[in-house]
T-cell receptor, first 116, second 113 residues
Framework: AQTVTQSQPEMSVQEAETVTLSCTYD???????LFWYKQPPSRQMILVIR??????QNATENRFSVNFQKAAKSFSLKISDSQLGDAAMYFC?????????????FGKGTHLIIQP | DGGITQSPKYLFRKEGQNVTLSCEQN?????MYWYRQDPGQGLRLIYY???????QKGDIAEGYSVSREKKESFPLTVTSAQKNPTAFYLC????????????FGEGSWLTVV
């Protein structure tokens, strides 16, 4: 079974600065997907960024980028130029690429605080 | 607009009652999911369905039931056998057509009174 670990329950960053959220995972599979989701106080889960394991290039979406280290099974999220609207819970998630759509495995989340 | 609609947003259940949470999607996804989130926790999978008239238990299926009679709909029933049902429930969908990305509805709060 796959597991996802987020070792930082809470992180704090000054507005406009850069912050990195950590995520590690454990799997015996070679083909899979990794995701970061944002959950603001409204509780809706919003997709931030997606990475396909067979792609070596790190995914980027505007101010959000990842550092994907497949051998180390590490998938960190970097948020540049932090904004007040980035304050939220951030969840790292894993999904197998094999057939049989059995969903996502989530970490326990990191609470990101943005200091004005 | 395309998306996933959950209702109701807030629901109160008396002890011993069954309640049903609705989930409808118009994204044409084959696969649909129900997750439970407790305060300060990540999401845990209750049930999932890969195709109409088929569904599988997730990690915490006890006390819950589902049906998948239509592609667009995947209702979740919280039965009286679920001893601690107070939680936030999220419905989701996603399959190969979405690049294996899973998208979520806005969620439903269930409270036992």
């Amino acid at each position: 079974a796959q597991t996802v670990t987020q070792s930082q329950p809470e992180m704090s960053v000054q507005e406009a600065e850069t912050v990195t959220l950590s995520c590690t995972y454990d799997t015996s599979e070679s083909d899979y997907y990794l995701f970061w989701y944002k959950q603001p106080p409204s509780r809706q889960m919003i997709l931030v960024i997606r990475q396909e394991a067979y792609k070596q290039q790190n995914a980027t979406e505007n101010r959000f980028s990842v550092n994907f280290q497949k051998a180390a099974k590490s998938f960190s999220l970097k948020i540049s130029d932090s904004q007040l609207g980035d304050a939220a819970m951030y969840f790292c998630a894993y999904r197998s690429a094999r057939g049989g759509a059995d969903g996502l495995t989530f970490g326990k989340g990191t609470h990101l605080i943005i200091q004005p | 607009d395309g998306g996933i609609t959950q209702s109701p947003k807030y629901l109160f259940r008396k002890e011993g009652q069954n309640v049903t949470l609705s989930c409808e999607q118009n994204l044409n996804h084959d696969a649909m999911y129900w997750y439970r989130q407790d305060p300060g926790q990540g999401l845990r999978l209750i049930y999932y369905s890969q195709i109409v008239n088929d569904f599988q238990k997730g990690d915490i299926a006890e006390g819950y039931s589902v049906s998948r009679e239509k592609k667009e709909s995947f209702p979740l029933t919280v039965t009286s056998a679920q001893k601690n049902p107070t939680a936030f429930y999220l419905c989701a969908s996603g399959d190969r057509s979405s690049g294996n990305t899973i998208y979520f509805g806005e969620g439903s709060w269930l409270t036992v009174v």
